[in-house]
Each structure stands twice: as structure tokens, then as C-alpha cells.
């Protein structure tokens, strides 16, 4: 029997800040997403995880208003909501960093962060505003790695990089951060780095959904898993109760058999 959110309960007590039910989506002939169940609590780091073509890209599109779903319910903040395009989930506070993070190597820190959503006064850039605001982001998200605002983009390892699009994406009062492979192309040092970021995100209240293939990090920082398995929600785990095995098997089969996990072996 398949697992929904209510027959694997989590230690989350807080309600959810978006909650989807039944939700379908289709290309042509092909069924992409099959009577879908999603709940993301707000802080809390929530781990979409499935096998290559599970499903993930187009759940995270259709909640970014990229695709529109072709039915089941959307819910924000206990209330129904239609979102026909990226400004309708902007607007909720949602907000989507990718994996190719959409930086521009010739612009500098301050305006990657505020591209497309520059701050003018009298039709000028108010460049002292952004700064300000660019180092106050960064410094409420402890960030330590970047010793200049003004610094270019091109000049950034791939761990610092990241952090600019993660601090991009939460300086618009975000209430949900969705980070797509985040680690994927990141040394060990630099991965830690982005992690640390992504729990901090969450301590701050945020709900934040992270897309990763290395479980690994997901059982560094995820409070909930959520496996998808050919457009189905398998299950919805509480990361803290299950094991690496169990998750890779709800990833490859659908279904776990495993025992439940005992003391912190995972």
C-alpha cells in the first residue's frame, strides 16, 4: 500500500505551509504525475528524492507555476490557492534555486541578488540600498565565505555560488526555498558549506524542499523525506526513523520491507 503523509505520521507538530493533494500532470500521452500528496512544514528541511524520471523536476515546476498541474488541490497556508505562473508562487513567497543557480558572471554579488528586482530612486539604481540589504541577508544567514559584496560573480568557487543563489532566493521575505541538486557539483569542503546554509534556512522558519540523488546529505539535514517512485508519492518519511537501505528500496521498488530502524544506525 502506498504511504501518504497521514499513514507515516513525523515529529512535526506545526501545520503545513503548502499541502497538495491528488495531483496529476500529464505531456501528450505520458502520465508524469499520478494522484501526488505533498506537505511542507515550515522549518523543516523536506528531501524530495526518487530515481531519474520519478517525477521531481515537474512536481517542483508546477509548484514554481512553471507547469500548471492538471488537477488536485493546492494549498497555502491552510487555504486554496491557483497558481497560473512563476509571479502567482513568487507572490506566496516560493521561491525555486536551480541547479544552473541563473547568475550572471559579469555582474558582482549585490546585482545577481537583485537581478530582475532592482531597487531605483528617481530612475537610478539605488546601489547603497541593495548593498546595505545584500550584506544584511548574507549576515543573517551567517555567511563567512564571501569577503566582498562587490566581489564578481565569475571570481566565486562553486560552494560560494551557491550561496549567492540561496541568498537570493530568501531575500524576498520567502516563506518556502526550493534548492534543486544543490551539492551536486561541489567538493566535499564546499558541500558542507551549502548544508550547514540549507539547515540554517530552516532554523530561521522557512520550509525548505531539497532535491538531491546523495543521501548522504539528505540525512544530514532533512527533518522529512518524501520519495517518489514513477509520479507517485511512495512515501513521506521522518528522516530520523528510517534508515539509508529502507529509503533506497521506497526509491527503487516503491515499497520497503525492511526492518525499522534501531538506535542511529543508518
Known amino acids: 500500500m502506498t504511504a501518504t503523509a497521514e499513514e507515516t505520521p513525523t515529529t512535526a507538530s506545526a501545520e503545513p505551509l503548502l499541502s497538495l493533494r491528488n495531483i496529476n500532470k500529464s505531456f501528450g500521452a505520458v502520465h508524469v504525475l499520478r494522484g501526488v500528496d505533498l506537505d511542507i512544514r515550515p ?69 545577481n541578488m537583485f537581478l530582475g528586482r532592482e531597487q531605483t530612486t528617481r530612475a537610478l539604481l539605488d ?26 560573480v565569475a571570481s566565486l568557487s562553486g560552494g560560494q555560488r551557491q550561496t549567492v543563489a540561496i541568498a537570493r532566493a530568501v531575500l524576498w521575505n520567502s516563506r518556502i526555498v526550493i534548492l534543486d541538486e544543490p551539492t551536486a557539483a561541489l567538493g566535499v569542503a564546499q558541500t558542507e558549506q551549502v548544508l550547514k546554509l540549507v539547515r540554517r534556512l530552516a532554523d530561521r522558519g522557512l520550509g525548505v524542499v531539497l532535491i538531491s540523488h546523495n543521501l548522504n546529505d539528505v540525512f544530514a539535514v532533512a527533518d522529512d523525506i518524501a520519495v517518489l517512485y514513477l509520479g507517485q508519492m511512495a512515501a513521506q518519511l521522518d528522516a530520523h526513523t528510517v534508515s539509508n537501505s529502507q529509503v533506497v528500496q521506497w526509491i527503487t521498488t516503491g515499497k520497503s520491507d525492511a526492518e525499522p530502524r534501531k538506535d542511529n544506525d543508518r
Open 127 to 152: 546601489e547603497s540600498a541593495m548593498e546595505i540589504k545584500a550584506r544584511e541577508v548574507l549576515d543573517g544567514l551567517s555567511v563567512r565565505t564571501l569577503k566582498s559584496v562587490r566581489t564578481q
Open 43 to 111: 522549518g523543516r528541511v523536506t528531501a524530495l528524492v526518487g530515481d531519474n524520471g520519478a517525477g521531481k523536476s515537474t512536481l517542483i515546476k508546477g509548484i514554481a507555476g512553471i507547469h500548471a498541474f492538471d488537477s488536485g488541490e493546492y494549498t497555502f497556508e491552510g487555504k486554496p490557492v491557483h497558481v497560473h505562473g512563476p509571479r502567482d508562487a513568487n507572490a506566496l513567497g516560493i521561491e525555486v534555486v536551480y541547479q544552473d543557480l541563473a547568475l550572471c558572471d559579469n555582474l558582482d554579488v549585490v546585482h
